[in-house]
């Protein structure tokens, strides 16, 4: 079953603008990750944010937790082509433990 | 530094047969999970593996098996494929033992089985 729902499902915009995306879930959690997916690929890890923590930046990236609306944001400052790809969300509830990922969200960003 | 590395790339079956699915993880990693993606849809977790025993598993039939050797690389198995089967499937791995929690997953690139 899908812990993180991600939203939007697809978001285009223009080389330099800011991409916003956002990921609901629906319980506790240890910590929550953000990872990206070019075409065929495997992920690649982006940011991880504690339960503890609200905010976390990242280069071009800054990541913000609200445990009590059980929802994060990923912001991706001065897009780039280059970040064309699908975004996904991830919940662990546990030490080390399983990740639940939401479908996922596909970025177009247009040169 | 060796990533997460995953054979073959590409595999192709038909109904009935079974498959193995092979994972050597990152360098210094102890822990490996399996993630099941169908096209469009996120991953979605099979088991882990940790010191060569199931830590966790999702809810997978038991066709789908696994094993973890003595240099952490892992196998999955999948008996009486099916053509719901078809899929991305993933290997991660992390480090468990000595670390503290809220460690990211490393992922290969995957092994995508076509079933026919």
């Known amino acids: 079953s899908q812990q993180g729902e991600e939203d939007p499902q697809a978001l285009s915009i223009q080389e330099g603008e800011n991409a916003t995306m956002n990921c609901s879930y629906k319980?506790?959690?240890?910590?929550l990750q953000w990872y990206r997916q070019n075409s065929g690929r495997g992920l690649v890890h982006l940011i991880l944010?504690?339960?503890?923590?609200r905010e976390k930046h990242s280069g071009r990236l800054r990541v913000t937790l609200d445990t009590s609306k059980k929802s994060s944001s990923l912001l991706i400052t001065a897009s780039r082509a280059a970040d064309t790809a699908s975004y996904f969300c991830a919940t662990d509830t546990g030490a080390n433990s399983k990740l639940t990922f939401g479908k996922g969200i596909t970025l177009s960003v247009r040169p | 530094d060796a990533g997460v590395t995953q054979s073959p790339t590409h595999l192709i079956k038909t109904r009935g047969q079974q498959v193995t699915l092979r994972c050597s993880p990152k360098s210094g990693h102890d822990t490996v999970s399996w993630y099941q993606q169908a096209l469009g849809q996120g991953p979605q977790f099979i088991f882990q593996?940790?010191?060569?025993?199931?830590?966790q598993r999702g809810n997978f039939p038991d066709r789908f098996s696994g094993h973890q050797f003595p240099n952490y690389s892992s196998e999955l198995n999948v008996n009486a494929l099916l053509l719901g089967d078809s899929a991305l499937y993933l290997c991660?791995?992390?480090?468990?033992?000595?670390?503290?929690?809220?460690?990211?997953?490393?992922f290969g690139d995957g092994t995508r089985l076509s079933i026919l």
């Open positions: 319980t506790s959690i240890n910590n």
């Open positions: 944010i504690r339960s503890n923590e």
């Open positions: 593996y940790y010191e060569e025993e199931e830590r």
């Open positions: 991660a791995s992390s480090l468990l033992q000595g670390s503290y929690s809220n460690q990211p997953q490393h």
